[in-house]
Nanobody, 123 residues
Framework: QVRLAESGGGSVQAGGSLRLSCAFP????????IGWFRQAPGKEREGVAA????????FYADSVKGRFTISHDNAKQTVYLQMRSLKSEDTAMYYC????????????????WGRGTLVTVSS
């Protein structure tokens, strides 16, 4: 199974920023959605943001609208998640995934996943 590769996680104080990166294989370009998901300890995985690589349409969870921005660089085969005004509740393992989902922020139909990158926000 093809794996995507996340990077950019780390520890930051509340109010700070981080940018996560997701490297994906070239054959996925133009044919798929790339999504960011997160899972905090003891909680279910939730969709954070997604981008449709064909036209760069973006989708966000209500909890991150106005604070997170997902973007796509075809030449670098990378999707970014710029996170600003981070809160302690943003602390989680963040995963990127690729697929053709019916519900773009639902993890069910994403078929290729990365191993995750940890984001810790201290208050």
């Amino acid at each position: 199974q093809v794996r995507l590769a996340e990077s950019g996680g780390g520890s930051v104080q509340a109010g700070g920023s981080l940018r996560l990166s997701c490297a994906f294989p070239g054959y996925m370009t133009g044919t798929t959605y790339i999504g960011w998901f997160r899972q905090a300890p003891g909680k279910e995985r939730e969709g954070v943001a997604a981008i449709r690589t064909t036209d760069d349409s973006t989708f966000y969870a209500d909890s991150v609208k106005g604070r997170f921005t997902i973007s796509h660089d075809n030449a670098k085969q990378t999707v970014y998640l710029q996170m600003r005004s981070l809160k302690s509740e943003d602390t989680a393992m963040y995963y990127c995934a690729a697929g053709l989902p019916e519900k773009v922020l639902s993890s069910d139909q994403y078929t290729s996943w990365g191993r995750g990158t940890l984001v810790t926000v201290s208050s």
